[in-house]
């Protein structure tokens, strides 16, 4: 109890001495948290913490793709992040033009006022969708052996197990009921083949021309899709290269 007094007298000599605080004090604003990112779970539930984190793959899946645009600047990555960044946007649009609230919390839970349908099962989805169609359908197997092909499945499991927890735990949680989890799972599932289809059928004959532009090639933009195996080929132009100035160096 004197902890809880003293943090009180802590906070209102706080709203006293800042000018910032007193206003807001005064004129009551309220404060509101950034849906992106806000994820509550039940105070001692370790299930509910792991979902919880689980939750938050899509942030850390869109810092990835930056991470890998910056460095890599394939046009095929480009195209892939794009289309997640539709599929929110659909999910979002569909969403304020049904306006179909979430499910009932406490009170004192913060969440954003519509629910359907599931943006994080949406996104989850397209990404495994698209994913497991580019690993099978666009990547040239070298072979039709199971242990070759072996780090295809354990990505597609992986994925598949992700989006599964993602979509469990968005009703765990109680932020979305079972109809807008699954109908984010089929908004997902189907524009995740349609933007594949686009990709592949139509953006990617459109890549040579784009790496010719002056501007693509300013920024170092590249297409590897016609190379077979790019980490095969990268490895082994390095070590051809380094070879070459060894033998410039030691002549």
Known sequence: MAVDESRLKCEKNDLKTSILYSY????????KP???TFVEYPEGDLAGKILAWLSLSPIF???GFVAVIIFRRELHTVAFFLGCVLNEGLSIAIKHAIKEPRPCRSPTSHYIEYGMPSSHAAFVA???TYTLFFVYVRLPSPSSEFIDNLWRHLTSLGLLCLTAAVSFGRVYLHYHTLHQVLWGLALGLCFGIVWFLIV????TQLFPVITSWKISEY??????????SILWFEYTRAREEVRKRQR????
């Open 219 to 228: 920024f170092l933009i590249r297409d590897s899709t016609r190379i077979p």
């Open 61 to 63: 899946i869109l810092i």
């Open 24 to 31: 807001l004090a005064e004129t009551n604003t309220k404060w």
């Open 34 to 36: 950034v849906g992106l």
């Open 126 to 128: 397209f990404f495994t």
């Open 200 to 203: 592949h059928n139509l953006l």
């Open 248 to 251: 410039r160096k030691s002549s």
